[in-house]
């Protein structure tokens, strides 16, 4: 792995905590000494900063970490973030389509419209508007293309449950167009692929809970959820195969989650 991702320059959103974060981590332990560029982005500048810190702590010089703010809901700020990277960060090859977000608890009619559009927003448009403005990096590489996207959706994609409606609407979107694009590049050397977690522990719950952590913390009890680590690992897995090999669709349950 270490190999394939040498001198690489990798894009995660949503890795000021959660997921994202962990694999921010991963990645520079898969390559520490290999010069690995890691270009973090959120909305939360100063988690991302910390992030950077804590990596470059842990593994030292030979992994590059760019900390940039970035609301993947806004297409003008996505436009902006992938024209003024620094040259040295410019040459994107693995962009991780993580951030998104769950809001609210309620059954379909009593949803509001706030949290329908901001579900939709971040975890369906933030993720096109990303793969959209990157996608002309990668295919201006010789022979219709080289990179890798890789996109988070969820069980929830495929498994929609009461109360979820919408959340589950917005990852049964992300699954559709990962297969169309996947598809659309056939024969190019971008690789399209979604890592689909089951339950996690992360900030995920208390966003859904508005910041309720008694409520938050309740959705884990008398169950053992995955770590984000448990979804890094699966990412940074699918990101260092041989470039002719692509895990396309990836599900990870915790042991007890049906
Ligand atoms: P977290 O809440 O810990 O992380 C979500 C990340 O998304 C944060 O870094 C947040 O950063 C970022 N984010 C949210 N909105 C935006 C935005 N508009 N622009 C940029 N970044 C944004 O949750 P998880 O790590 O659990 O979630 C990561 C992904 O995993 C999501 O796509 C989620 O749907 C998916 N998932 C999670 C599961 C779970 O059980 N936890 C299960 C299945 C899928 P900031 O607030 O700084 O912008």
């Known amino acids: 792995v270490a190999r394939r991702l040498e001198g690489k320059t990798i894009v995660i959103t949503g890795a000021s905590s ?3 974060r962990s694999c921010a981590f991963e990645f520079a332990r898969a390559a520490p000494a290999n ?3 890691l270009v973090l982005t959120a909305r939360r500048i100063d988690a991302l900063r910390d992030v950077a810190a804590k990596i470059r702590a842990e593994v030292g010089d030979g992994v590059k970490v760019l900390p940039v703010q970035l609301d993947v809901s806004s297409p003008d700020q996505v436009r ?7 040259d040295d960060f410019r040459d994107i090859n693995v962009l991780v389509n993580n951030a998104g977000l769950v809001k609210g ?8 419209e706030q949290d329908i559009n901001v579900m939709f927003q971040t975890n369906v448009t933030g993720l096109i508007n990303m793969t959209q403005a990157v996608l002309p990096v990668f295919q201006a590489r010789p022979d219709g293309g080289a990179g890798d996207i890789i996109n988070i959706g969820s069980i929830a994609g ?3 449950y009461p109360g979820g409606s919408i959340y589950c609407a917005t990852k049964a979107a992300v699954r559709s167009f990962t297969e169309s694009l996947r598809k659309e ?4 050397r971008i690789r399209v692929m979604e890592v689909d977690p089951g339950q996690v522990e992360t900030e995920f719950s208390v966003v859904r809970f508005n910041g ?4 938050a ?7 053992e959820p995955l770590t984000p680590d448990d979804i890094a690992e699966a990412v940074v897995f699918v990101a260092g195969r041989r470039e002719n090999v692509v895990i396309a669709d990836t599900l990870i349950f915790p042991n007890h989650q049906a």
């Open 185 to 188: 590049l056939i024969a190019t």
């Open 158 to 160: 495929r498994d929609p």
């Open 35 to 37: 010069s690995l560029k």
């Open 212 to 215: 309720d952590k008694a409520k």
């Open 80 to 86: 902006a973030f992938v024209a003024g990277l620094p």
């Open 217 to 223: 913390d309740a959705v884990y009890t008398g169950c």
């Open 18 to 20: 959660g997921i994202g």
């Open 105 to 112: 608890v309620a059954k379909a009619p009593e949803i509001a």
